[in-house]
């Protein structure tokens, strides 16, 4: 038979993705507040990649119940617990000898009204009896990985232990070449595509993000001029289909000629990276303690709002 199924694999992955503008999601809300206000009144979605389906895969991998129980096994073994089954029910052992049944689910769906009619979505990858675990998969390779985890898998994260009451949760980072390697032997396997980060729980944090949802569901409803809004939270976001849309993007380029940074006035040499937005141009770097960082920061402040 010659039948294409795989727009049958994306139309179902995108189902995912609710369009409400009565809702937003914790991964979304990190993001500038801009682009997500743009986003739900246009009703744009992301657009098809093979990278999204292979991360919804490896997703999908790690969520199938045997793997998510064994998995939990060893990571309750790691924290300390003493664990038991009784009659196919697990049980971790706590400090006073008493014994707390421990269970592991996927997909931990929730709907937070924040304000009457206005929700905030959740999707937990795992949870369990004690902690979270969120999975985020990557094409960058693990070397090039920062030490600790990006600000926007924080907030989402934090925001799902907030709301499931944990004190702690995991981010399971997973670069996809892995499924390139010749290797099969597990512990190459995880130590050059996988890492386990630890986050415990931040209540500062988590109010803040309550607040900036609020901040979202305002700007929707006073139909609010979006140059008004300030964006973006990071340079990556002025990439995708909400650009066209925007009054004042940033471009990222190359400079051909000698240019003078509209920030700290020093000069941006030809051949090295810079950014553009509006009519002003300012230097770049990816290192957040370099003094270039200063410039980037007032690129993305310089959202001309009011």
């Known amino acids: 038979m010659e039948v294409n199924l795989l727009p049958a694999l994306s139309e179902g992955y995108k189902e995912e993705f609710s369009k ?19 986003e739900k009144r246009l009703g744009l979605t992301l657009e098809d990649s093979m990278k999204m389906l292979a991360g919804k895969l490896t997703h999908r991998s790690f969520q199938k119940q045997a793997v998510m129980e064994l998995m939990t096994k060893e990571i309750n073994k790691q924290l300390g617990y003493t664990e038991i089954n009784v009659n196919g029910q697990r049980f971790i052992q706590l400090e006073d000898n008493t014994y707390l049944p421990f269970t592991v689910e996927k997909e931990k769906y929730r709907l937070i009204e924040v304000i009457p009619g206005k929700f905030l979505r959740m999707h937990s990858d795992i949870y369990s009896t004690l902690y979270t675990i969120e999975i985020k998969t990557t094409s960058m390779p693990l070397k090039m990985w920062a030490e600790e985890i990006a600000a926007y898998q924080v907030n989402q994260l934090n925001t799902y232990l907030g709301f499931n009451r944990h004190e702690f949760g995991f981010l399971l980072r997973c670069d996809l070449k892995f499924y390139l390697s010749a290797s099969t032997r597990w512990e190459y396997i995880w130590n050059n595509y996988f890492r386990l980060y630890p986050l415990d729980f931040n209540r500062e944090l988590f109010n803040y993000t309550l607040n900036r949802v609020k901040e979202f569901f305002k700007y929707m409803d006073d139909e609010e001029d979006v140059a ?26 190359k400079v051909d000629n000698v240019e003078e940074c509209s920030h700290c ?19 770049y770097t990816k290192d957040k303690t370099h003094r270039f960082n200063d410039c980037v920061k007032a690129c993305k402040d310089a959202w001309g709002g009011r």
């Open 20 to 38: 409400s503008p009565n809702q937003i999601g914790a991964s979304a809300i990190g993001f500038g507040l801009r682009k997500n206000v743009i």
């Open 228 to 253: 008004n809004i300030s964006c973006p939270e990071f340079i990556f976001e002025c990439s995708d289909e909400c650009r066209e849309h925007c009054p004042n993007p940033i471009d990222k380029v």
């Open 265 to 283: 006035k020093g000069i941006i040499e030809p051949g090295t990276t810079a950014l553009i937005r509006d009519d002003l141009i300012y230097h």
